[in-house]
């Protein structure tokens, strides 16, 4: 469900990339410092994402380092961080541990399991800190298995689901500025849950695998698409953010397709 909140790279201005670089970086850091190593194998793209935007809209204060790391040992990198940083590390976290109980739920994955052990120490420190984040992402994702679980061919009902679980994310906290994020989650939520259906119909059907899109035409898809990804940029028109806005619309209206135009692009090498 997640990867599809990234940069379009083809088309970002050389320190615009250098300034992504740093928010995945830092938020790997952030991950590794507070969760262990493990941790940082689970770090997403569209939680980076959350740490650009959020750091664009309250401008705070950032530390910026450079270093060599494990993943990248011969080359030093810089590396940014911020309180929201290690917020955007925290839900990546309490993410990653339903992930693995959803896989071994739904699929019985003994290497799931033993990841949710592992983590499950890591998401009640969370959970301590951000009692209503854990509390909505946990009643957004039951909701869903069971919406999911009974077959609903309504799209609408699944994605509102998963927009809300988006949407109480990009609440860091309640302030003036609260209802618009979680306007703006809610949206961003319920354009990934779409587009997930969209990339990965035929191998739902083909494995016989819950997709609410499988009553839909295809033809029909890039529209519904464009609705809902209007209905987020009219939320983020609704904040105030300036810092780094080229970067945050880079992957707001060219990223967020790049999954979608791959696939498309896939599918037509193939009928050639």
């Not at 970002?12 to 670089?21: G, I, N, P, S």
């Amino acid at each position: 469900m997640f990867g599809y909140v990234v940069a379009n790279l083809d088309k970002l201005a050389v320190e615009e990339k250098k300034q992504y670089r740093a928010c995945y970086c830092g938020l790997c850091k952030a991950l590794g410092t507070r969760h262990g190593i493990l941790s940082r194998f689970t770090l997403t793209y569209d939680m980076t994402f959350l740490v650009l935007f959020l750091s664009a809209l309250y401008k705070t204060e950032v530390t910026i380092k450079t270093e060599r790391c494990i993943i990248h040992p011969l080359k030093p990198h810089e590396y940014l961080q911020n309180e929201i940083t290690n917020y955007a590390a925290d839900m990546n976290v309490v993410l990653a541990y339903y992930n693995f109980l959803d896989d071994w739920t739904d699929d019985r994955k003994i290497l799931s399991l033993c990841a949710s052990k592992l983590f499950e120490r890591e998401y009640k420190r969370i959970e301590a800190l951000y009692p209503n984040q854990c509390t909505v992402i946990s009643k957004c994702l039951t909701e869903l298995y069971e919406i999911e679980k009974s077959g609903e061919l309504n799209p609408d009902i699944p994605a509102n689901c998963f927009g809300k679980l988006m949407g109480e994310i990009f609440v860091f906290r309640e302030d003036n500025y609260a209802e618009k994020l979680r306007a703006f989650g809610i949206s961003l939520g319920k354009f990934i849950y779409i587009m997930d259906g969209c990339i990965d119909l035929k191998s739902d059907i083909k494995n016989e695998r819950y997709n609410p899109l499988i009553t839909s035409s295809s033809e029909n898809f890039r529209d519904i698409l464009n609705l809902l990804m209007a209905d987020c940029i009219e939320n983020y028109k609704q904040l105030p953010i300036n810092q780094d806005k080229e970067l945050i619309e880079n992957i707001l209206y060219s990223g967020v397709w790049t999954k979608y135009e791959a696939q498309k692009n896939k599918i037509q090498g193939v009928h050639q």
